[in-house]
């Protein structure tokens, strides 16, 4: 059989599942009703407002004990067969 039909298969597939997809997505961003209530645009919904800003700087220290802690953690998994 010729390659050219082997990959129009998969091509069929591919279109088929990105068909199927986008209909599903479509049809709940249509049938889905939008209701916008004020808890759910609100930026924190813990109960009370925000206070300072969400962006600071973490101390180098931390990166590095993270790093040790998944390097030694994977050693120690390899450890056992």
């Not at 597939?13 to 068909?19: E, Q, R, S, T, V």
């Not at 049809?27 to 916008?36: E, F, I």
């Amino acid at each position: 059989m010729n390659i050219k039909f082997e990959y129009l298969k998969i091509l069929i597939f591919l279109g088929a599942a990105i068909f199927i997809a986008c209909l599903l997505a479509g049809v709940t961003w249509v049938l889905v009703p939008k209701r916008y209530r004020d808890q759910k645009t609100s930026p924190y919904e813990c109960g009370f407002e925000s206070f300072g800003e969400a962006k600071f700087n973490f101390d180098v220290q931390f990166f590095i004990v993270a790093i040790l802690f998944v390097v030694f953690d994977v050693e120690i998994i390899f450890m056992y067969p």
